[in-house]
């Protein structure tokens, strides 16, 4: 596909909580030059060739499968290093940028690595169809275009972490283990038992979830749950004792303590809800 620039009208799209503002994509990336006019945030990553980010007098070299966040209003120059450098951009706003770019931990500029072609296909498959929404539907494709990019950040914070430390290993270990706490949560789970069943130590669990889900392994026990306890406590047949000894609580009065904490209601006024 060649180049293209997509810079719709947004006119109510500027009331959703998060909403693109522009998507395109350049052949051969031309040399960009700010001061402090660019008034959004702006996501660009390589496919071809390379190319020159300078940010904070910092010079980064971004290669194929590398990109960079770039807040707003903020100074900064890219020009690519030869004659070819492929590059997609995104750039958005919304209310929620502020606590999505948290979520992503793009708290300043990021440069960030993208695993092979293979691995970003879900990537590119939803940045291709914002570009097509938009010009397939003037009236509402930007509204479908900004629900693509909330795929489209959750899918880019998955990949740029599976990038992070040992890579896949690292990955495959949270996820047999949120498998795991999935499939035995009505059961009393305890760190040692997640450990055991991952092959790794109460200590090494611990980090990963810490570095990859900003939490511990027995706080994600928990918040699983509490999902599961709001469906059972829309069933007013059953009784909150035997909800909690089902979700394997040591007490009644142990689980509505832990119910308030994540919920912040008790399991009383929840169900009346």
């Given amino acids: 596909?060649?180049?293209?620039?997509?810079?719709?009208?947004?006119?109510?799209?500027?009331s959703l909580p998060l909403f693109l503002i522009s998507v395109g994509m350049h052949e051969c990336q031309p040399p960009v030059a700010r001061k402090d006019?660019?008034?959004?945030d702006q996501i660009i990553y390589c496919t071809k060739g390379g190319g020159t980010l300078i940010a904070d007098g910092v010079t980064y070299k971004i290669k194929p499968h590398m990109g960079f966040f770039m807040p707003k209003r903020h100074p900064h120059e890219y020009f690519p290093d030869g004659e070819a450098w492929d590059t997609h951009w995104v750039v958005f706003s919304g209310s929620a940028a502020e606590a999505m770019l948290g979520f992503l931990k793009f708290d300043g500029v990021r440069v960030f690595s993208l695993p092979d072609d293979e691995g970003i296909k879900e990537l590119e498959r939803l940045f291709y169809r914002m570009h097509e929404s938009i010009l397939s539907d003037r009236l509402y494709g930007v509204h479908t275009a900004s629900g693509l990019l909330y795929s489209f950040l959750i899918e880019l914070n998955r990949l740029i972490n599976l990038k992070k430390g040992s890579n896949a290993p690292l990955s495959l270990i949270l996820v047999k283990t949120l498998d795991y706490i999935n499939e035995h949560c009505r059961e009393k789970i305890t760190l040692g038992r997640l450990s055991e069943n991952a092959?790794?130590?109460?200590?090494?669990?611990?980090?990963?979830?810490?570095?990859?889900?900003?939490?511990?392994?027995?706080?994600?026990?928990?918040?699983r749950k509490m999902q599961e306890a709001k469906e059972l406590l829309r069933?007013?047949?059953?009784?909150?004792?035997?909800?909690?000894?089902?979700?394997?609580?040591?007490?009644?009065?142990?689980?509505q303590k832990m119910f308030k904490k994540y919920e912040g209601i008790t399991v009383g006024k929840y169900r009346k809800i």
Wanted: net charge negative.
């Fill in 1 to 14: 596909m060649s180049s293209f620039y997509d810079f719709p009208v947004i006119t109510s799209e500027s």
């Fill in 37 to 40: 006019e660019y008034a959004d």
């Fill in 199 to 223: 092959g790794v130590t109460k200590q090494y669990l611990c980090r990963l979830f810490r570095d990859e889900m900003d939490l511990r392994p027995m706080e994600y026990v928990a918040k």
């Fill in 235 to 255: 069933d007013p047949e059953r009784s909150i004792e035997g909800i909690a000894e089902e979700l394997g609580f040591c007490s009644s009065s142990y689980f």
